[in-house]
């Protein structure tokens, strides 16, 4: 599928005409001075409000009707995700009269829902399979409109449109990066009925993606062996994975888009690689080797090249990731006597240990504005998720003893977390959580799912 | 007999480790000191060791405890004499439970060096 880039963002005639249409103050005349008078929300201390009724489907057939439901639903579930805005809940939108066009809405009545902002839609069919999908962001106080866009595409993936349409909006109202085209990697037995191999069952697990939402799930490994870990290249494009292909671990990047894998850390029957962790350029991968019969954190280029060593411990040190700028590495090493998170320099040097704590394991290092390392920690029987802050070494805890909380994931905007958790049923499943430890949401139900890489 | 057939009548025996611990207990060198004699018995035989672990450590650590421990059983069975080219190690963390129960005598069998014949 693709999405157009937006024909137009609110042009200025159309502003004008609006204005007149409902009777409001002369609207900002062009685009620019539009985007910066027009952000909703001017009450201290309280999110403004928001709604998202279906769309108004222009086109007579069930399909389209359809879409204009899936979209508003979509949205509002995409702007619910980040809790910049206050969304008025959809059921209870059934008294509020449709909207008789675009920009024709019922201001009062969402006035006296305590509506501030009201995201208005339209749906038409565009042709076979085609479809054109028009959005408008209302103030309902000064009946303005203070954003909107046009897409046309293919109607193969609707939530594709909502997810663009939220990641705009969130980025003209708040000036935030959004996640919700982003994806989730993880790990699932779902489609493993065991091979039979030498003695037992021998589990399969396969690599899987999923929109942020948990939507869209597909296999993306189909090769019957356990496949661990995936880890995202910065550009989306790649996956590298540790794979049991060859009977032994080892590290394998599947270039998706070009349709090749590589294997960059070079194993063998007897040199296993696994926990690849892409640098923040794209250019290298940590990840952790038993070579010299020691387990350590080398690092390789993704070309395969210029493989060396990083840490030198006749401990286990594993577990890699990169801070953003890609100057240091922290990794998990159990020379105290128990795993625990330690910090060190990509050229080698300037070792420090980070947490004090029975058992840590899996740091994964927060994108930019945060400073923070998310990783499990034993706090009982099984794990919790916390998060050590780098600046102060605080600590907080993110989940409290539900399940066992294990291998977190940050968003690429840094404020979720996704993890993997066996709280309700005691089968693995996806969550995210917000960064404040609000906002959980389960992403996966079918077999065992785990192991969430968050795209970047 | 077939490898899966001579595998199915587990000639080795299995060795068993303790929580987070790598280190061999007596029974499980007892125990390799009986597979060594019969690989010094059956001398163009090679083996594979797995490395288990349970489900209260974390998949990636455990995935590096697994690889010790089959280690450490490889090395105590070189001391005995067997040939480092007949003997390959493999780590699968806490990835194939052999017992699927949330309890110690599950746990207790998971934490294993397990044997794989892989030629007659």
Same mark, same amino acid.
């Given at each position: /599928?693709?999405?157009?880039t937006?024909? @137009?963002?609110l042009?200025?005639g159309l502003v ?5 249409l409902?009777g409001a103050?002369?609207a ?5 001075r539009?985007e910066v ?8 201390g309280?999110?403004?409000? @928001? ?14 009707a ?15 995700f980040?809790?910049? @805005?206050? /969304?008025?809940?959809r059921?209870?939108?059934r008294t509020?009269?449709?909207a008789?066009s675009?920009i024709d809405l019922?201001f ?5 829902l ?9 749906v038409?069919?565009?042709?076979a399979n085609q ?10 106080r000064s009946l303005?409109?203070?954003?909107g866009?046009v897409?046309?595409?293919? /109607?193969?993936?609707l939530?594709?449109y ?8 969130h ?13 989730i ?12 191999g030498?003695v ?7 690599i899987y993606? !999923?929109d942020?939402d ?9 090769s ?5 870990f995936?880890?995202w ?8 994975y ?6 032994f671990?080892d590290?394998?990047?599947?270039? /998706?888009?070009?349709?090749?894998m590589?294997k ?13 962790? @892409?640098?923040?350029?794209g ?6 080797t ?8 080398w690092v !390789?280029?993704?070309?395969g ?6 840490t030198n411990?006749p !401990? ?6 990169w801070?953003?700028n890609g100057q240091q590495?922290a990794f ?6 128990a ?5 060190i320099g990509?050229d080698g040097t300037g ?9 840590c ?7 930019a504005p945060?400073?923070?390392i998310?990783?499990?920690?034993r706090?009982g ?8 802050e ?10 409290f003893?539900?399940g066992?909380n ?5 968003s ?10 066996t709280?309700g049923?005691?089968?693995k ?19 065992n799912?785990?192991?969430? !890489?968050?795209?970047? | 007999?077939?490898?899966e057939?001579?595998?199915s ?19 499980g060198?007892?125990?390799?000191q009986?597979?060594a004699?019969?690989?010094?018995q ?7 060791i797995e490395?288990?672990c349970?489900?209260r450590?974390t ?6 405890? #697994?690889e010790?421990r089959a280690?450490?059983?490889r090395?105590y069975l070189?001391?005995l #004499?067997?040939?480092a080219?007949?003997?390959a190690?493999v780590?699968?963390?806490e990835?194939s439970?052999?017992?699927t129960d949330?309890h110690?005598g599950c746990w207790?069998r998971?934490r294993?060096?397990h044997?794989?014949i892989?030629?007659?």
């Open positions: /599928m693709t999405i157009t937006p024909r @137009f963002v042009g200025a004008a005409s609006l204005a007149l409902i103050a002369p900002a005349q062009n685009r620019q539009d008078s027009l952000i909703i929300g001017d009450r201290i309280s999110p403004p409000s @928001f709604a998202v009724p279906d769309c108004l489907a222009l086109s007579p057939d069930e399909t389209t359809e879409a204009a439901r899936i979209i508003a639903q979509v949205l509002w579930d995409d702007l619910d980040e809790r910049e @805005f206050r /969304m008025i809940a059921d209870v939108y509020i009269p449709t008789r675009l019922p009062d009545q969402w006035r006296e305590g509506a501030d902002g009201v995201v208005s839609c339209t038409e069919s565009a042709g479809i054109e999908i028009t959005a408008r962001l209302f103030s309902v303005e409109s203070a954003w866009v897409y046309s595409g293919t /109607m193969n993936n939530r594709r909502a997810h663009q349409l939220s990641d705009e909006l980025r003209h109202q708040r000036g935030l990066e959004g996640v919700a085209r982003s994806r990697a993880f790990v699932s037995d779902r489609d493993s009925d065991t091979v039979l030498l037992e069952n021998r589990p399969v697990k396969e993606l !999923a942020y948990g939507a869209n799930q597909r296999r993306v490994t189909v019957r062996v356990l496949n661990l995936p880890s290249s910065p550009d989306g494009r790649s996956i590298a540790t794979s049991y292909l060859t009977g671990p590290v394998i990047v599947s270039h /998706m888009f070009e349709g090749r590589s960059p850390a070079d194993g063998t029957t007897a040199v296993h690689n696994s926990l690849p962790a @892409f640098s923040p350029d250019s290298q991968i940590a990840f952790n038993n070579r010299d019969d020691n387990n350590d954190v !390789a280029n993704v070309d090249t210029s493989v060396r060593r990083l411990n !401990a286990i040190d594993t577990s890699p990731t801070s953003p590495i998990v090493s159990d020379r105290s006597g795993p625990q998170v330690y910090v990509a070792l420090r240990r980070l947490t004090y704590e029975s058992y394991d899996r740091p994964t290092w927060s994108p945060y400073n923070e998310a990783y499990s920690s706090t029987p099984g794990h919790d998720i916390k998060v050590l780098l600046a102060t070494n605080e600590v907080r805890q993110l989940t003893g539900l066992s294990e291998s977190p994931s940050y690429p905007n840094g404020r979720h977390v996704a993890f993997t958790s709280r049923s005691g089968m499943q996806i969550y995210t959580i917000g960064r404040d430890g609000n906002g959980l949401r389960r992403l996966t139900s079918v077999g799912n785990e192991m969430p !890489a968050w795209s970047k | 007999m077939s490898l057939e001579l595998n009548t587990s000639p080795l025996d299995p060795v068993f480790f303790e929580l987070d611990q790598s280190e061999l207990l007596p029974d060198r007892a125990a390799l009986r597979n004699d019969w690989m010094r059956w001398t163009s035989t090679r083996i594979s490395g288990h349970d489900e450590g998949n990636e650590y455990n995935l590096a405890l #697994g010790r280690a450490a059983v090395d070189l001391g #004499g067997i040939a080219n007949r003997v190690t780590s699968r963390g990835e439970p052999f017992c949330s110690e207790s998971n294993r060096g044997f794989i892989t030629a007659k």
